[in-house]
Structures are given as C-alpha cells and as structure tokens.
C-alpha cells in the first residue's frame, strides 16, 4: 500500500536519528514536504541532505521538545511559513535510567517527564489550533510498549508512555469531531540508537522475549505511521497501535 502525500507539510519531531528519521524520509518518498525538527542539529541536517538527495522535500528547524516556548515557535513558524501544518508525528524522546523506583533520582525523572510527556502535550497544545483552522489533520505520538504494560526497573520511563497513551486518547475525544485524528505508535524494541545504552547480552535477552525473534527496522514503524496518517486510517481515532512483532501480547516464553 502506498500512501500519497503530495503537498502535504509534516512535522516529525526528533527526526535527526532512528523512527523520527525512518518516517521523515518516509514522508519524503511519498511526496510531502517535511519538517524534520531536532534539538541535534547535525542529526537533523544529515537526515534533510539525505531526504533531498533522494528527491524529496525536507528542511531542518530546531527545537527542543521539552520547552514550551520553542515548540510554540517551531510550529507557530511551520505555519507562517508554509501556511498549514497537516500532520504532526510527535517522536521525539529519551531512554530514562534504568533502577528500580525507590532509587530512581527525582531530577531524572522530571528530565524524562518533561522530554518524553510534557513535550507531547506542548506540540499537541500548538499543532491542533492550526490544524482546526485549516479544517483537520492527523497527529500520531510515538509512545512505546511501554505504554501499554510494565517492565522492569523502567517506572519513570513506562510512567511517561502510559502517559502518553493517556493523552492521545483524551485528546482524540476532544477533537475527534473537527477533523482531527490523533492515534500513538506503540513500537516494541526497534534497531536504533536509542538502544546504544544496552549491554549486547541485555539485547539478546529481550529479542528472546519477542515472538518474532528479532528487533524492528525503523522503516516498519514508519510504515505505520504514515497509515495512521492516510486516508486509509480515516476511522482510526485515538488508539494506540502495537507495532512490536507481538511482544504486548503477552505470551509466555517457555521454550
Ligand atoms: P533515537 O535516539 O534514535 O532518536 C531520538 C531523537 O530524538 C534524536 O535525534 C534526538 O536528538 C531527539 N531528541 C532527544 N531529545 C530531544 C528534545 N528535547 N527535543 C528534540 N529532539 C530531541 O531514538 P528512537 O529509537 O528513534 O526513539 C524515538 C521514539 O521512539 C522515542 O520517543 C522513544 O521513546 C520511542 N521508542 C523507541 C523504541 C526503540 O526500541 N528504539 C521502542 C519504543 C519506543
């Protein structure tokens, strides 16, 4: 299936690395003009040259997703710009330490709030008042497994998917009869750098965990985003899809 999204303006946050980058080129191919925002800005500029070698449309903004005012302005200067914003794949965001909750430092988890929850909702807070002018859009949130069950010595990062389930839904319900669509990507573990953190023999043990038996690409989540964002998802309002080989289904592993 492929979608099309000629003349379409998206915004990927966190796009200079791993999903962000796989779906912004993904955007790319299918005609849009993308925004690839990132605080890393060789990242993000190494993902737009990239883009545009391939023939895509791609420009670099910066931005940090856990400040308020420089999303405001990110996405208040997409508008300006471009005039319209009509999909937003909210991504970006950090691994947490990994102890278990009564070591957990609370500095460490006000980071980990801030970058990977309380940034959803300042982009959501800024991309659905352009996208109600415009007539409707489609928001995805790059939340996590995490989001969906719980794991081991990961409170503070599991606490901030489940938030960010919580969110899509709740805002889902607000907007749902504006044209608006906001799903989350729930991916289970995906070959990135995000992963860099994790002894080899740690990897090893939860691709055991999956029933696939092996890691995703980021390209099979981008994938799903880019669905979740086309007409084809039209009645797809305020879920949180599990793209993650089958591993939230819970399933013992015995053999
Ligand atoms: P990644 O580390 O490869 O990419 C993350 C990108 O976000 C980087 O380019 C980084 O510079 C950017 N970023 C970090 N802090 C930022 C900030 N404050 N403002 C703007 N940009 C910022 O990681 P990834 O694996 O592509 O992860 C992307 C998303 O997917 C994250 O939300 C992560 O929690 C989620 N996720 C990843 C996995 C996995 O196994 N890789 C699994 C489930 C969910």
């Known amino acids: ?9 998206v915004l990927v946050t966190g796009s200079g690395s791993g999903i962000g980058r ?44 856990a400040d308020e005012d420089s999303v405001r302005s990110l996405i208040e200067g997409i508008v300006a710009d471009h005039g319209r914003l009509d999909v937003a794949h909210n991504n970006a965001g ?44 489609a928001i995805v949130n790059t939340a996590s497994i995490s989001g969906l069950i719980g794991g081991y010595t990961l409170a503070c990062y599991t606490a901030t998917k489940h938030g960010v389930v919580g969110l899509t839904r709740a805002a889902s319900m607000d907007y749902a009869d504006q044209g608006i669509r906001i799903n989350a990507l729930c991916p289970g573990l995906v070959d990135t750098p995000f992963l860099a953190n994790l002894p080899a023999p740690a990897v090893d043990r939860l691709i055991n965990g999956i029933p ?36 939230s289904l819970g399933g013992t592993t015995t053999y």
């Open 22 to 65: 796989a779906s912004a080129t993904a955007f790319g191919r299918a005609g849009a003009t993308v925004i690839v925002a990132d605080i890393s800005e060789d990242g993000g500029k190494a993902a737009v040259d990239s883009i545009t070698q391939a023939g895509g449309i791609a420009e670099f903004r910066h931005g940090d997703v």
């Open 212 to 247: 696939m038996r092996r890691m995703a690409q980021p390209d099979e989540m981008a994938q799903a985003v880019l669905w979740l964002c086309s007409d084809a998802a039209s009645y797809m309002q305020g879920h949180a899809l599990p793209v993650d080989g089958g591993t």
């Open 94 to 137: 950090v691994e947490a330490t990994t102890v278990r909750l009564a070591d957990l430092d609370s500095q460490e988890w006000r980071r980990v709030v801030d970058i990977n929850l309380s940034s959803v909702f300042y982009c959501l807070k800024a991309e659905i008042p352009a996208m109600l002018a415009q007539g409707g859009g």
């Open 1 to 9: 299936m492929k979608a099309d999204y000629t003349g379409a303006v």
